[in-house]
């Protein structure tokens, strides 16, 4: 069976002059803990990344987002910051931050981290005086209450990593709330002062050099000042929570106390207003029960954040008509606010799509190849990965080889989230798959992940990796695909998708998906009529019918058309 899509040459390059650099990017995640390991210790760091750009610049891409790389405890891998302004030593120093700006920008990547606003490490300044008493000037940084009457918490709000999200502290004999680990300390965006200081910490990196945010948990930074209880959540409440496993006592409440507040809203002008003195761009994380009018409410056009994304596709449902209804409710929020989406099949937090959306559970190239081209077919931005572009499979973690705090706490129906955290495959041949020097890696690489290493694809045409180069390559040229409307048409069976692209002014690019073991016939409406092979374009394995009327989709195939 040939591949979906044949690589390509690059085509020339459309983009946006100016600050709109970001609106249709594509952004590559890297997870420094697994990127790659420039001093053997077993854990990535920056050095690691900068060494490897070349490779992400040779992708195609136009930005890389970073994952934490603060003074951390390392509690929750970062994502716990105890200082801002310091780089962890695991990952290096400030020095080679600046390096890595530097190496970036020289080969024409933006660099977007990762900053987490809506708590802290418990170990940070700020909670340490904090918790010293009840009357210091940051006595009022974090969420404090007193206990109910029994010494239960406050109310019945719940972490995100299951229990309750109050912690008891005994020095000032009241609880804290987490929203995720009790190391996660949530601060009190009510406090004019924690707002002051948390733009303070995004301006030092601004000076710094980079060229966005993504941020962390975006609808978590404010909580209901009257910290009244959750309601609980309905029968089909529950079965909708996209965010968190079902087993998760989370999904039983409804969440409006604790996160999404309006107040949000306001702290987000004024976090847009420090980024449009840099030039800087943001995107923003939003984890919640009803996602699509919080991402079109917090990227309201030139005043709030400029893009966001939810975890609508990061679910183990994979079929056309869930893809389409959360592409087109999102297009239909937009329409009222004038923002922009972002969209990701796959990061650091779940299984990744290559396991996730196949049968079975059993991963296929040409499945990878077709997820590639459908995310980077969707109106919007795009985050891509580390390892997607190498259709890496969900790695199989043992127990005792677990790190995840959140898979401890839920073994064994959930295993946590090491499996999409291990190790980055460079070279198949040389120790740790070119990870590192030799040495034991924080998590054991995938159990045939070398086999799908960067220099064993390099070599095939048809692989994974330079079929995502091809995708890339050509979609630069595309400005249809990278700011046009999107236009669904109905499409038979349940892993079909058929959608135009339009630009003024240029063809309307026409796709088909068909993201199931099945070959499909995909009928097409009378007003799909004069179809034409999209010229330059990566080729579709699809075969159009002699009258035009029906594409036959082979098993995990695309199909692309102009008209």
């Given at each position: 069976?040939?591949?979906?899509?044949?690589?390509?040459?690059?085509?020339?390059?459309?983009?946006?002059?100016?600050?709109?650099?970001?609106?249709?990017?594509?952004?590559?995640?890297?997870?420094?803990?697994?990127?790659?390991?420039?001093?053997?210790?077993?854990?990535?760091?920056?050095?690691?990344?900068?060494?490897?750009?070349?490779?992400?610049?040779?992708?195609?891409?136009?930005?890389?987002?970073?994952?934490?790389?603060?003074?951390?405890?390392?509690?929750?891998?970062?994502?716990?910051?105890?200082?801002?302004?310091?780089?962890?030593?695991?990952?290096?120093?400030?020095?080679?931050?600046?390096?890595?700006?530097?190496?970036?920008?020289?080969?024409?990547?933006?660099?977007?981290?990762?900053?987490?606003?809506?708590?802290?490490?418990?170990?940070?300044?700020?909670?340490?005086?904090?918790?010293?008493?009840?009357?210091?000037?940051?006595?009022?940084?974090?969420?404090?209450?007193?206990?109910?009457?029994?010494?239960?918490?406050?109310?019945?709000?719940?972490?995100?990593?299951?229990?309750?999200?109050?912690?008891?502290?005994?020095?000032?004999?009241?609880?804290?709330?987490?929203?995720?680990?009790?190391?996660?300390?949530?601060?009190?965006?009510?406090?004019?002062?924690?707002?002051?200081?948390?733009?303070?910490?995004?301006?030092?990196?601004?000076?710094?050099?980079?060229?966005?945010?993504?941020?962390?948990?975006?609808?978590?930074?404010?909580?209901?000042?009257?910290?009244?209880?959750?309601?609980?959540?309905?029968?089909?409440?529950?079965?909708?929570?996209?965010?968190?496993?079902?087993?998760?006592?989370?999904?039983?409440?409804?969440?409006?106390?604790?996160?999404?507040?309006?107040?949000?809203?306001?702290?987000?002008?004024?976090?847009?207003?420090?980024?449009?003195?840099?030039?800087?761009?943001?995107?923003?994380?939003?984890?919640?029960?009803?996602?699509?009018?919080?991402?079109?409410?917090?990227?309201?056009?030139?005043?709030?954040?400029?893009?966001?994304?939810?975890?609508?596709?990061?679910?183990?449902?994979?079929?056309?008509?869930?893809?389409?209804?959360?592409?087109?409710?999102?297009?239909?929020?937009?329409?009222?606010?004038?923002?922009?989406?972002?969209?990701?099949?796959?990061?650091?937090?779940?299984?990744?799509?290559?396991?996730?959306?196949?049968?079975?559970?059993?991963?296929?190239?040409?499945?990878?190849?077709?997820?590639?081209?459908?995310?980077?077919?969707?109106?919007?931005?795009?985050?891509?990965?580390?390892?997607?572009?190498?259709?890496?499979?969900?790695?199989?973690?043992?127990?005792?080889?677990?790190q995840d705090p959140y898979g401890k706490a839920f073994w064994p129906r959930f295993?946590?989230?090491?499996?999409?955290?291990?190790?980055?495959?460079?070279?198949?041949?040389?120790?740790?798959?070119?990870f590192n020097a030799g040495a034991e890696p924080w998590l054991p690489l995938g159990?045939?992940?070398?086999?799908?290493?960067?220099?064993?694809?390099?070599?095939?045409?048809?692989?994974?990796?330079?079929?995502?180069?091809?995708?890339?390559a050509w979609r630069r040229g595309q400005p249809a695909l990278r700011w046009g409307?999107?236009?669904?048409?109905?499409?038979?069976?349940?892993?079909?998708?058929?959608?135009?692209?339009?630009?003024?002014?240029?063809?309307?690019?026409?796709?088909?998906?068909?993201?199931?073991?099945?070959?499909?016939?995909?009928?097409?409406?009378?007003?799909?009529?004069?179809?034409?092979?999209?010229?330059?374009?990566?080729?579709?394995?699809?075969?159009?019918?002699?009258?035009?009327?029906?594409?036959?989709?082979?098993?995990?195939?695309?199909?692309?058309?102009?008209?």
């Open positions: 069976m040939s591949a979906p899509f044949a690589a390509t040459s690059p085509a020339c390059d459309s983009d946006r002059a100016g600050q709109d650099w970001w609106r249709g990017a594509v952004i590559y995640q890297i997870y420094p803990r697994s990127f790659a390991d420039s001093n053997n210790d077993g854990v990535g760091d920056l050095r690691g990344i900068t060494e490897h750009l070349d490779y992400v610049a040779h992708l195609g891409v136009d930005a890389i987002w970073v994952s934490p790389f603060f003074k951390s405890p390392m509690a929750d891998f970062g994502y716990d910051v105890a200082d801002y302004r310091q780089v962890d030593p695991l990952f290096g120093t400030l020095d080679d931050f600046d390096a890595l700006i530097t190496r970036a920008h020289a080969l024409g990547l933006k660099v977007m981290i990762d900053q987490v606003l809506s708590h802290t490490s418990v170990e940070h300044a700020w909670f340490r005086a904090s918790r010293e008493s009840r009357d210091n000037p940051r006595a009022d940084w974090y969420v404090w209450a007193d206990p109910q009457p029994d010494g239960t918490p406050p109310n019945n709000w719940l972490s995100v990593f299951g229990g309750s999200a109050w912690q008891w502290d005994s020095q000032r004999r009241q609880y804290y709330q987490h929203s995720f680990l009790s190391s996660q300390a949530d601060l009190n965006f009510h406090h004019p002062d924690v707002q002051d200081a948390l733009l303070g910490e995004v301006r030092f990196w601004c000076e710094r050099g980079v060229d966005g945010f993504r941020f962390d948990a975006c609808n978590h930074q404010f909580h209901d000042a009257q910290l009244r209880s959750n309601p609980p959540a309905t029968a089909d409440e529950q079965a909708g929570v996209s965010t968190v496993r079902p087993d998760n006592p989370y999904a039983m409440q409804r969440h409006l106390y604790d996160k999404t507040q309006p107040e949000n809203l306001a702290f987000l002008e004024r976090l847009r207003a420090v980024l449009d003195e840099f030039g800087a761009a943001s995107i923003g994380e939003v984890g919640d029960e009803h996602p699509l009018p919080v991402m079109a409410d917090y990227t309201e056009a030139g005043k709030r954040l400029h893009m966001a994304y939810s975890f609508a596709l990061l679910t183990p449902e994979a079929s056309g008509p869930h893809i389409r209804e959360q592409v087109e409710g999102l297009e239909a929020e937009l329409a009222r606010t004038g923002g922009w989406g972002c969209w990701a099949l796959s990061n650091h937090d779940v299984p990744r799509v290559a396991t996730r959306w196949a049968p079975h559970g059993q991963p296929h190239d040409h499945l990878s190849i077709t997820l590639l081209a459908l995310l980077l077919s969707l109106k919007g931005s795009v985050c891509l990965y580390q390892g997607e572009e190498l259709g890496l499979p969900e790695a199989d973690i043992p127990f005792e080889r677990l295993k946590g989230r090491d499996g999409c955290r291990t190790p980055m495959p460079w070279w198949k041949d040389a120790p740790q798959a070119g159990l045939d992940h070398a086999d799908r290493a960067v220099d064993v694809q390099e070599l095939e045409p048809a692989s994974v990796l330079s079929q995502t180069r091809g995708l890339l409307k999107i236009v669904f048409h109905h499409a038979q069976g349940p892993h079909t998708l058929l959608f135009e692209r339009r630009w003024p002014g240029q063809p309307a690019l026409v796709l088909g998906f068909n993201l199931g073991s099945r070959a499909v016939n995909l009928l097409l409406p009378d007003t799909l009529g004069g179809l034409a092979p999209a010229q330059g374009a990566p080729l579709a394995s699809a075969v159009l019918s002699a009258d035009g009327r029906e594409w036959h989709l082979p098993p995990y195939s695309a199909a692309l058309a102009t008209r």
